[in-house]
């Protein structure tokens, strides 16, 4: 029976002296192979999750969920809350997983600890008509649309504010 969300949700360390991020950082290690296969739809994820997430979990900038266990997560979400931006970074649900409100589950909870009631967020193009609905039903609004944000000649749809094209969020 998978966990909760947020049981599974470490506390955000109070300062960058905190202790608490240490087990995240771990867990974040166990939940890569699982989210490795996302390089395919966003080329540079490898080195993002490694040289930008990890750093921000032991800062406490950054922060995971997800359900399920660590070796077989059925959903995974990565935040960012720093410098005045409160983002989801990274929403994935296991494809056997999707059609049980799990993904609106996952982004309830993102919006939650974001402290944030549309944080910025962002879905390609191919996954548009699936997450339409679900943005529409948390008072999502589309705000852009960029051409090669990610992956040349593909269309991010941009919710909830502006997101220069950069690899860097």
Partial sequence: MP??????????PAGPNETTAGPLVREAEKLWPTLSHLEGTYPGFTSWYWNKVMPGLSRGTRHLLWEG???????????????GESKI??????????KRNLGRRMLEESIDWLGEARPLFTVPAERYAEFEPLMRRLGFVETARIESLYRPGVVEHVFNGSLAPSLNT
């Fill in 3 to 12: 966990m909760s969300l947020t049981a599974n949700a470490l506390p955000l």
């Fill in 89 to 98: 970074c990274t929403a994935w649900v296991a494809e056997s997983e999707r």
């Fill in 69 to 83: 266990s660590l070796d077989a997560p059925s959903a995974v979400a990565i935040l960012k809350r720093e410098g």
